[in-house]
Nanobody
Framework: QVQLVESGGGLVQAGGSLRLSCAAS????????MGWFRQAPGKEREFVAA????????YYGDSVKGRFTISRDNAKNTVYLQMNSLKPEDTAVYRCAARWGALSSESSGYDYWGQGTQVTVSS
């Protein structure tokens, strides 16, 4: 079992920045692929970013490329999502997720999920 807890969400003006954190506990943290997904009201869940266990491979969704950065600190069992140049359309609940396998942008491939943290970007 893996428990995931997100933090760092909040209200920010367009153009601002936020850093989300996802703290993991339980099963060994260093091996799973970690992903970030988001879901806005009335919209489908959207892939944001994913990172391999070593941090050597990273994949971003098209809508956040060049603005968001995913990273991890295995010593702290934590994965981060640095979000810069935020836009109102980035408003959503952001959730982190874990899977053992290849890097993936498909939410169905992730085994464990956090509860989520709200990010609201005002115009």
């Amino acid at each position: 079992q893996v428990q995931l807890v997100e933090s760092g969400g909040g209200l920010v003006q367009a153009g601002g920045s936020l850093r989300l954190s996802c703290a993991a506990s339980g099963r060994t943290f260093s091996t799973p692929v970690m992903g970030w997904f988001r879901q806005a009201p009335g919209k489908e869940r959207e892939f944001v970013a994913a990172i391999t266990g070593s941090g050597g491979s990273i994949y971003y969704g098209d809508s956040v490329k060049g603005r968001f950065t995913i990273s991890r600190d295995n010593a702290k069992n934590t994965v981060y999502l640095q979000m810069n140049s935020l836009k109102p359309e980035d408003t959503a609940v952001y959730r982190c997720a874990a899977r053992w396998g290849a890097l993936s942008s498909e939410s169905s491939g992730y085994d464990y999920w956090g509860q989520g943290t709200q990010v609201t970007v005002s115009s």
